[in-house]
């Protein structure tokens, strides 16, 4: 079964990095395309990005300067990096399995993150 | 970006009874290959989101056959035939048909 897990900080600093693994069990991140939604306090959903089997990304344009997303086959993971974080970005985190339909199949169970000083 | 509105954003409903959420799209979801990229998630409390339908009306795995979506262009319809108390949660809808994916602001159901 194809299992999700983020783990990460669960507070960083305004201006500050965010920084968020999500390791996959079950599945190979060599296919298929992984993605990173967040949701907001208050329901508001928001789709960040992924990559691909290949290695190749996309980004949400209000995100695009300020996002990275990479991996590390060898251990199965995939990585989010937020940077120059602002209280805005106060959100839970989602990893997910993004397939060739554009359906998000498999869900990690989420990671909040606060940003405050 | 493609807005979607959900409505309503709060819906009150007994065991067995039958609801329905609309989304409505500031676009059409079309493609020019024929394909409308519509999908609607459940998410219960405490837990990740859950994919209820793909492609507007194609049921995702192991999701109960009481769920049915429906729609084309810019107006999609999820029907749940007989609310259970498993059902209870927010329910989204997703459009990808145009870049960035967008998400409609959510309908919570709850018991009445």
């Known amino acids: 079964e194809v299992q999700l897990q983020e783990s990460g900080p669960g507070l960083v600093k305004p201006s500050q990095s965010l920084s968020l693994t999500c390791s996959v069990t079950g599945y190979s991140i060599t296919s298929n395309y992984w993605g990173w939604i967040r949701k907001f306090p208050g329901n508001k959903m928001e789709w960040m990005g992924y990559i691909s089997y290949s290695g190749s990304t996309s980004y949400n344009p209000s995100l695009k300067s300020r996002i990275s997303i990479t991996r590390d086959t060898s251990k199965n993971q995939f990585f989010l990096q937020l940077n120059s974080v602002t209280t805005e970005d106060t959100a839970t985190y989602y990893c997910?399995?993004?397939?060739?339909?554009?359906?998000?199949?498999?869900w990690g169970q989420g990671v909040m993150v606060t940003v405050s000083s | 970006d493609v807005v979607l509105t959900q409505t309503p954003s709060t819906l009150s409903a007994t065991i067995g009874q039958s609801v329905s959420i609309s989304c409505r799209s500031s676009?059409?979801?079309?493609?020019?290959?024929?394909?409308?990229?519509l999908y609607w998630y459940l998410q219960r409390p405490g837990q990740s989101p859950q994919l209820l339908i793909y492609l507007v009306s194609n049921l995702g795995s192991g999701v109960p056959n009481r769920f049915s979506g429906s729609g084309s262009g810019t107006d999609f319809t999820l029907k749940i035939s007989g609310v259970e108390a498993e059902d209870l949660g927010v329910y989204y809808c997703?459009?990808?048909?145009?870049?960035?994916?967008?998400f409609g602001a959510g309908t919570k159901l709850e018991l009445k």
């Open positions: 997910a399995r993004y397939r060739v339909i554009r359906a998000f199949d498999y």
């Open positions: 676009q059409s979801l079309l493609d020019s290959a024929g394909n409308t990229y």
């Open positions: 997703m459009q990808a048909t145009h870049a960035p994916n967008t």
